[in-house]
């Protein structure tokens, strides 16, 4: 299915020249995965707008910037961390620029024991037999497009692995892109496996700084043991002339807990795809989120929940309000299979629109095989209630101020959700922001 | 001089007439209520003096303390005094109630001329009236409305009402869906807000309210008019004969 091709354009040429440099070039099996990678690429090209899970989503305007490869964080000089990254109390930062860690902006601590935190370069030259048998196991370059093109061209990112029973800990990962005088993209590749018990709490920040475009397409596969909790909350305020195509593949074994919201307010275009494989009978998944868009922003949170076995709990609460051009896009996939008896699955998304240009597409698909379950699903978009309206009117707070309450309320229901009090207080900052940015 | 002047009001909607010449006076001080029974325009006539959209006046006027209401926006009504303590609360997520209560106090103090009430005063405040209409303090945590039984709505509804201190309430249908302990509270909530100074319009299907909430007068709606007008006793009458014969008349 070659329908919009990748490979003919100039991104092709500057990357060919770097494959020979690329972490793990040497190794065989990494060298096998790239292969094959670009060997998709080569056939497949990236997903054109017939490709049903990328038909709101096209990727024309990507494939027209000539991107450059970017691999090193010496490309560009970031001195300080910018304006807009939330302040997570009590995190440990880590800092990526362009995909690459900077150890001068990052937080200078010593890991936890039972937490090793490392660089992909790292564990490639130093300990690839940690990763052989994870890397690419969760996301085949087959599976999903954006995997394919980070695994032909992944050149960093991190590895972090929490042992058995692994108490806790916070870790901020702010991942800032920066293009110079030419636009450039990177792809790095993310490891986060949790031994049976463990917990962690990770917090992405993905921003960046104005000037040429970015790309950054960050693959993230994420391995959660028996009764381990993983809580996953990353907030995307990219440059407005950025995109940011991400993919997490996400495997959960017996009682473990996944629970992760996106908040999206900037970027260009923003795709995030989450799929997980709930694999242990009992895991809990929840994937929540918001999105706030104005101007010609597009935001994609596309969702893949598969209830592999029975007596798993899926919940999913997606927000957006849409301002401007903008379009907000949902989709969401339940797979239940005929085995996955006593499976809760629930899905609600709600659109809000500001004005009468934005676009919300929302496609809701159930697949459900198994028949002792509870599935349930929703989706509404429209305008503000104007019973709501009236409500808060009738008693004396004036329109305006109203209408801001409203458009806060319908956002904070969804922060609620967010079980990390920090963060949920962050975040619920970042809205407030959002909103008196607007107002003003 | 007559809080509330209602005269020879028609409001149709959507092409409907619903309301055709009502005229009601109300004096500071006085407890006033309209029955009558269903559809017969008693919510519409509420909704018109609250100021919602939708409702077309066609002919007549309604004036507050000398102010054409009509010509106001329902903030400006509700901030010079008029409170419409509704039917059925919208539940409202991701608004907390407490939020809700101190940005309307402080829309109407800032109209008054008064300094904004702060965090702690009005938690102080809030509190105190809590005690008196049996609601938990932690009911204002929670988001506007949401999830509270039909009991707390209407007891809500009171809390505004005794925190806004309108000079004019309307209470349309209070009564429905409590049960005689709620409806209890319900009422000694209102009683305790009754003075020279404020007047109530009691909107109401079932003279049972009106055993808690005693009126001054009552005004039997039909058919979009009021059809007759007396005493308190004039709602026995109607829970014992029913409204067969104004539904005739009208």
């Not at chain 1, 598969?306 to 709990?313: K, S």
């Not at chain 2, 009171?158 to 209070?174: C, G, I, K, N, S």
Request: net charge neutral; charged share 20%.
């Amino acid at each position: 299915m070659r329908l919009t091709s990748l490979l003919d354009h100039p991104f092709r040429d500057a990357y060919a020249a770097k494959f020979g440099a690329l972490p793990g070039a040497t190794q065989a099996w990494i060298d096998g995965l790239r292969q094959t990678a670009r060997g998709i690429l080569n056939t497949s090209g990236l997903p054109g707008p017939r490709v049903e899970a990328w038909k709101f989503t096209g990727l024309g305007d990507v494939v027209k910037i000539p991107f450059l490869p970017s691999s090193s964080a010496e490309d560009i000089d970031v001195r300080e961390i910018p304006l807009g990254v939330p302040h997570i109390p009590g995190a440990r930062r880590i800092v990526l620029v362009n995909g690459v860690l900077s150890a001068e902006l990052s937080d200078a601590v010593n890991d936890p024991p039972g937490l090793r935190i490392g660089t992909l370069k790292h564990y490639l030259a130093r300990e690839p037999q940690i990763l052989k048998p994870i890397l690419g196991g969760l996301a085949s370059s087959g599976s999903y497009p954006m995997a394919a093109l980070n695994t032909a061209y992944m050149s960093d990112g991190l590895v972090i692995l929490a042992d058995k029973n692994f108490p806790g800990s916070t870790l901020h990962i702010i991942s800032i892109g920066a293009a110079g005088a030419d636009p450039v993209a990177f792809h790095p590749r993310h490891i986060i496996t949790l031994a049976a018990g463990a917990q962690l709490n990770v917090i992405e920040t993905h921003i960046g700084l104005p000037g040429q475009s970015y790309l950054s397409n960050p693959l993230t596969e994420i391995s959660v043991g028996e009764n381990a909790t993983l809580k996953r909350y990353v907030m995307v305020a990219e440059d407005n002339d950025a995109f940011h195509l991400s993919t997490a593949a996400v495997a959960l074994a017996a009682h473990g807990t996944f629970e992760a919201f996106h908040l999206v307010v900037g970027g260009g275009k923003v795709r995030q795809e989450v799929a997980v494989a709930m694999n242990g009978a009992g895991a809990t998944c929840r994937i929540n989120g918001l999105y706030a868009l104005t101007g010609k922003q597009h935001h994609d949170l596309t969702t893949v929940i598969d209830h592999a076995v029975g007596h798993g709990t899926s919940s999913q609460l997606v927000k957006g309000v849409v301002d401007g051009q903008s379009h907000g896009v949902f989709q969401g996939r339940i797979h239940v299979a005929k085995d996955a008896q006593k499976t809760d699955a629930r899905q609600l998304h709600k659109a809000l629109f500001l004005s009468k240009g934005p676009e919300v597409d929302c496609k809701p698909e159930l697949e459900i095989f198994a028949d002792d379950v509870q599935c349930a699903h929703g989706a509404a978009t429209g305008e503000m209630d104007p019973n709501h309206l009236f409500y808060l009117m009738a008693r004396g707070i004036d329109a305006d101020t109203a209408r801001a309450m409203l458009v806060s309320g319908f956002l904070e229901d969804a922060i609620a959700t967010i079980s990390d009090e920090l963060v949920r207080a962050a975040f619920s900052d970042l809205v407030q922001s959002w909103l008196k940015r607007r107002a003003a | 001089m007559a809080l509330i002047e209602i005269k020879n009001l028609h409001v149709s909607v959507q092409g409907k007439d619903i309301l055709k010449g009502i005229s009601l006076t109300i004096n500071a001080g006085e407890v006033h209520a309209i029955m009558g029974p269903n559809g017969t325009g008693k919510s519409t006539l509420s909704n018109v003096i609250a100021g919602r959209e939708g409702y077309e006046v066609t002919q007549g006027s309604v004036s507050f303390d000398g102010q054409d209401l009509l010509a106001m926006p329902p903030d400006a009504r509700a901030r010079a005094g008029v409170f419409l303590a509704f039917q059925y609360p919208v539940e409202i997520p991701g608004v907390s109630t407490s939020a809700f209560l101190k940005t309307a106090i402080n829309a109407k103090r800032r109209t008054e001329g008064k300094p904004e009430i702060d965090a702690m005063e009005f938690l102080k405040l809030v509190k105190a009236k809590n005690k008196a209409l049996g609601i938990p303090d932690d009911m204002i945590k929670r988001p506007l409305n949401v999830g509270f039984s039909g009991g707390e709505k209407k007891r809500a509804e009171v809390l505004q009402m005794t925190l806004l201190e309108p000079r004019f309430a309307v209470l349309d249908e209070t009564d429905s869906g409590l049960d005689i302990d709620a409806l209890k509270i319900v009422s000694d909530g209102v009683n305790a807000l009754r003075g020279p100074t404020r007047a109530f319009l009691v909107i109401t299907h079932y003279q049972r309210l009106l055993n808690y909430i005693v009126p001054d007068y009552v005004h039997v709606m039909a058919g979009g008019r009021i059809v007759k007008s007396g005493g308190k006793e004039l709602a026995y009458e109607l829970e014992a004969e029913g409204y067969t014969k104004y539904l005739a008349a009208a």
